[in-house]
């Protein structure tokens, strides 16, 4: 793989030897070679995937480059790479994208918001599951006005045909009455399949619309509905950090 020249400094700090101020130091002490030549200036570059860098006579690692799309689903789009019915997917909505990704984790057809798509699989399957307890935050309008109890019980878990939900955040914004709907903000730590839905039915109130608004650290900003864009480093390298995965 071929990728632009960067800075010395980064391309070691990306591999993992500390912050860009210290391996300024270890390049300025001379333990820094490229393709066999002692690099001591700091505005050197190098490519990270066809120049071989060395600190201290052992080869550094650099981390494959990976695609991370961000999309504002819109809802009528199924998440799945293929759908057996040719209904339309979100794969349909990412014109211009080459790279072979896949969505994280599922939003339903008629869910909106934020949708991550990699092909990083060591991320994604770390962004999903359990163990790693990564905040999913959704806008949820429920039909009814809900009580404090209904709310205690989310907030507590609910027992669903798959077991006990773990404890949800769950803050109540306010009653539409024209509609008779509530409006919710729902943090869950899961990705069970419709939790957020079977969850509000268990407690008597079915969701009328759902948004995912936040993705651990990823919100999707002024993205409009049906756009996409590519994460920005620091979005990666805060994902990474949320799943303790070195960036
Ligand atoms: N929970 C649901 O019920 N549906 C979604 O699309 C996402 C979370």
Not at 73 to 99: Q, S
Not at 152 to 172: F, I
Request: proline residues 6%.
């Amino acid at each position: 793989m071929s990728s632009r020249p960067q800075r010395l400094q980064k391309i070691l700090a990306q591999a993992g030897y500390g912050s860009r101020r210290a391996c300024e130091q270890i390049i300025l002490q001379g333990r820094v070679r490229v393709n066999g030549q002692v690099v001591t200036q700091l505005g050197a570059r190098a490519d990270p995937h066809t120049d071989v860098v060395e600190v201290d006579g052992k080869q550094i690692q650099t981390p494959a480059k990976h695609t991370y799309i961000l999309l504002h689903k819109p809802a009528g789009v199924v998440t799945t790479r293929y759908d057996v019915h040719a209904r339309r997917t979100v794969m349909d909505l990412l014109h211009g994208v080459t790279t072979p990704v896949f969505p994280v984790g599922r939003l339903d057809a008629d869910t909106t918001g934020l949708l991550l798509l990699t092909d990083d699989g060591d991320l994604a399957y770390r962004l999903v599951h359990p163990r790693y307890g990564v905040p999913k935050t959704y806008l949820v309008e429920v039909r009814g006005e809900i009580g404090e109890e209904s709310i205690h019980r989310l907030r507590q878990g609910v027992l669903l045909e798959d077991g006990m939900t773990a404890p949800a955040q769950v803050q109540k914004i306010r009653y539409l009455a024209p509609h008779q709907t509530t409006l919710l903000r729902f943090t869950i730590h899961e990705g069970r399949k419709r939790q957020v839905k079977r969850m509000c039915r268990a407690v008597g109130h079915p969701v009328v619309r759902l948004h995912r608004e936040r993705l651990g650290p990823l919100t999707l900003g002024k993205l409009p509905t049906g756009a996409w864009r590519y994460l920005t480093e620091e979005e990666v390298a805060a994902l990474r950090r949320a799943v303790g995965l070195p960036h």
